[in-house]
């Protein structure tokens, strides 16, 4: 056995040592007098998680933010971004194709759906899943699925209604193509878009000002999106902005 007997640096050490573990009882009881715990305090304290953890998915209800979860494209710098709102924004190296705003139009009204009361987001391994409703609009159940296409460079998004009524529509809007700012200082335009560099993308969704000098072609059962300055970018399988829910099925952008 080594003894310490003539390296007074030990006896030092254990002092410190005992000291610590003898003060920590004291520090997570210690009160400021207000019946608050003092800021240093390890006892515990209110805490509520943002997110939870439910059947093998990461769950938010009614969150906050836009394009904080990424879906990423096969081994190719592209990804679909969708969030604890429904939106969906389609980004690769060079371009931000769009974005995608659904929304609900019962009779002559009509409603966003990131704008609807109840949003339930349940983010799996390569996909996303929105459950919505509204206090206005009872007994109506949306569900939408969103995931990067397992081959090649694109999204698809699954749209399904329980509760409508005759006459109800789905109506969505598709815009914000953007390509990479030359001085942007950064390799690729997900590095400008990604929240993990930018948390300000985070409280906003499409806007008529990330719009601004896009120009859309119509051509059969598909528009092409161009932004400046005139690069072709995106193609739909649906030319109508408005579509009877009889129609709706998967939309592969």
């Known amino acids: ?16 040592i005992m000291s610590f573990w003898i003060s920590m009882p004291l520090l997570a009881t ?39 979860r990424p879906l990423y ?20 190296a060079e371009y931000c194709y769009g974005t995608l705003l659904l929304g609900y139009a019962p009779g002559e009204s009509s409603k966003w759906l990131h ?7 349940r983010f799996y391994p390569a996909r996303v899943v929105w459950e919505i409703s509204d206090s206005s609009l009872e007994g109506l159940r949306i569900r939408c699925e969103a995931a990067a296409l397992a081959v090649g460079n694109g999204m698809t998004l699954k749209f399904l209604v329980e509760g409508q009524q005759t006459g109800d529509d789905v109506i969505w809007a598709f815009g914000g193509a953007t390509p990479k700012r030359q001085d942007s200082g950064v390799p690729t335009i997900i590095w400008e878009l990604d929240p993990s560099f930018n948390p300000a993308q985070t409280t906003k969704g499409l806007t008529p000002e990330s719009c601004a ?5 119509a051509s059969g059962e598909a528009f092409v999106l161009t932004p400046p300055p005139f690069q072709r970018l995106s193609r739909s399988s649906h030319l109508r902005n408005r579509l009877p829910i009889r129609a709706i099925g998967i939309w592969q952008l």
């Open 1 to 16: 056995m080594t003894s310490c007997r003539h390296a007074p640096s030990c006896h030092i050490l254990a002092l410190l």
């Open 115 to 121: 704008e609807f009361d109840h949003i339930t987001t």
């Open 73 to 92: 494209a096969p081994n190719i710098p592209a990804m679909a971004f969708a969030g604890d709102k429904p939106q969906m924004r389609f980004i690769d």
């Open 213 to 217: 000098g896009n120009r859309a072609e």
């Open 30 to 68: 210690e009160d400021s007098g207000m019946g608050q715990k003092h800021p240093g305090s390890l006892a515990p304290f209110d805490f509520k998680a943002t997110y939870s953890v439910e059947d093998g998915a990461i769950v938010s209800h009614n969150g906050a933010r836009f394009f904080n």
